[in-house]
């Protein structure tokens, strides 16, 4: 028997659309996605029908989660630096190290009370984030006078993004009115009276 | 070009193998899906009245009784409503009812005013023609709605003035912050304007207490 010459079939593939479909997907990925925020906690906000976007920039989040503890982020690390430096004007007891300051403004937010602030920025970024969730900011008043939330809230509030500050409540669905009260009636007290309250989209019922 | 006898020279692969940059996209595209978020949080805006003790009785606006709507909003996911202004010493005038369209919603939309207006139900029906008028209309611009929207909210219909309800919100230490931002989606909903949240005094207590809410 003679051998059968089976002709070789061209297996070349031409990739040419289909990476022209790739640099398309990627560039809407690119141009439409902002970077998920690695916040100190998870929390679940609830739906409501309202559709008002959050302002993009100089938006002071407050974090209160499911417990009830409290957390502060900015949207720019320089935000962040300058409310550290308000903060740090007011208490002269607070001294931290360069390193320290740079691991705090790397934060996407914080929560600690001021007398552990040194000895947690020792650690990690990651390290940071798992043991600051286990404190948040105390809402105590010290002295009688204002409470470390309001000493962060008016640090920020005095620096030089602090006219177009605005405020973005972003709470748990199950944290209790009684902890969401306290905190905003402190806000009050210093007569922040506009919130963001940060929701997820829900449709309406059908009536 | 012309072919020209002799000139054999062999024609130079041009075709590029995009396989790698494929590979390459691939995995960009899966890195940006899995490290963005593509949809930002909705919010909802709510002013809070000043803590400024100096507002006295006389400056807070004063409402009708009738056009007046008390909501408590207790713990376990239960919800209460004084129509009026509350009877303290009688706690029957505090009623039950549940979340969604047919608890609270219900008692909104069918909330009689005196001289027999209903009056959320008349600024819902006028809003939702607002509405269908945006749609069909392109070229209404947002101030133009938010402007008759407003009109709208404060009960000045075209076919008259109604009286716009005014909700007050209370919520016990026991509620959910979810309880809380239901009601004011509520609030949304049935497009009132004129709402409060209030803080709960102890005359509030007493009456809670003696109708049974823990």
Redesign the interface.
Known sequence: MGKIKIKKADVWIDMTPMSDVMVLLLTFFMLTSTFVKNEAVKVNAPGSVSEIKVPETEVLQIIVDKDGKIFIGLDKPGYMQEMLEGFKSKFSGLSLSAMQEKNFIGLASFGMPMNKMSDVLKHEAGDVNNLQKEMGIPTDSINGGMSEFQCWVDAARNSSFGDKMKVAIKADAATPYKVVKKMMSELQDMSENRYYLITTLKKEEAE | MAKKKGSRQKKAET?V???P??DM??L??TF??L??????????????????KNVNEQDRSATKASQTLTLY?AGNDQIYHVDGIPQYDNPACLKKTTW??DGIRSVLINHRTEGGYTPVKNIMAAKKLLDSERAKDKSMSDSVYNAKLDKIKKGELETGKVPALTIIIK????????????A??EM??CAIGKYVID?VNDDDMRLLKAAGVK
């Open positions: 075709r193998d995009f396989t940059m494929v996209m691939m960009l595209i940006f899906m490290c963005t978020s593509l949809s930002k949080p909705q919010s909802m805006q709510l002013t809070m009245p000043s803590n400024d909003l969604g369209a919520a016990l230490d026991t509620a959910s912050y979810k309880n809380l931002v239901d004011l989606d949304q909903i803080k």
